[in-house]
């Protein structure tokens, strides 16, 4: 069994079809999105309609949410973007799941709302406590929301991020996550796209909010908000 799980894609068309591509060569079974396939890149409809057709289970992020509810006005470029079918989508998507491979029953969700940001740095006690929930133990969690992909073991189990397809930090590159069983192996995929298209796309369009940082961010992986 060989499962792919990835997630904020956050509106980067060039990344996107870089992963796009890499996907033909890379056998799974099954394709998890784990949130954030909308807001902060130009691109929103593009990522929004990938993981819609690419993926076979879907979870929501703190964006997907966002947008897809009308939380906040100042997204309202995203809105006009999506329009309310996709948004609707958005917002009604579940906020965990779980699966179980080579014995290890894992957590799956985004990040928050569920939980706080969590992140590479995140101590071992805060990242272990996600492994219990009402619904019982788990020996591993798969998440994104930090943006920067990590594999760690902590008290109880494995703790693993996708990090990100479109808004990478650290490196800037596609990153996206591969589980496979007999042996239980956890792989970040790091997948090199064209930042300089990203970066490109942002500029043709005026009315990107905050669109000087997320040029930057394309190009540099540095957080610039
Ligand atoms: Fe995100």
């Not at 060569?25 to 409809?45: C, E, H, N, Y």
């Not at 100042?74 to 579940?94: C, I, K, S, T, V």
């Not at 940082?213 to 540099?220: D, F, G, H, P, S």
Request: proline share 6%; glycine share 12%; with cysteine.
């Amino acid at each position: 069994m060989r499962i792919l799980l990835l997630g904020d894609l956050h509106g980067n068309r060039p990344a996107t079809q870089a992963l796009d591509e890499a996907l033909k060569d890379i056998p799974r079974d099954v394709t998890w999105f784990l949130g954030d396939a909308v807001g902060k890149g130009p691109s929103s409809v593009f990522t929004c309609d990938w993981v819609r057709e690419h993926c076979d289970h879907w979870i929501g992020g703190n964006w997907d949410y966002g947008i897809g509810g009308q939380e906040f006005p100042e997204d309202g470029y995203y809105w006009n973007q999506l329009g309310p079918e996709r948004m609707a989508w958005l917002n009604g998507l579940p906020r965990e799941a779980e699966l179980t491979l080579a014995g290890v029953r894992f957590r799956l969700f985004h990040g928050r709302p569920v939980t706080e940001l969590l992140q590479g740095d995140t101590p071992n006690a805060d990242l272990a406590a996600v492994l219990t929930t009402e619904s019982g133990t788990f020996g591993g969690a798969v998440f994104a929301d930090s943006h920067r992909p990590f594999v760690r073991t902590v008290r109880g189990g494995y703790v693993c991020n996708t990090g990100s397809v479109g808004n990478s930090m650290g490196m800037p590159r596609v990153h996206c996550l591969l589980l496979e069983d007999a042996p239980l192996r956890m792989t970040v995929l790091s997948i090199p796209y064209d930042n300089e298209a990203a970066a490109e796309d942002a500029r043709r369009d005026p009315d990107l909010p905050h669109r000087d940082a997320w040029i930057r961010e394309v190009l540099t992986g540095r957080y610039s908000r």
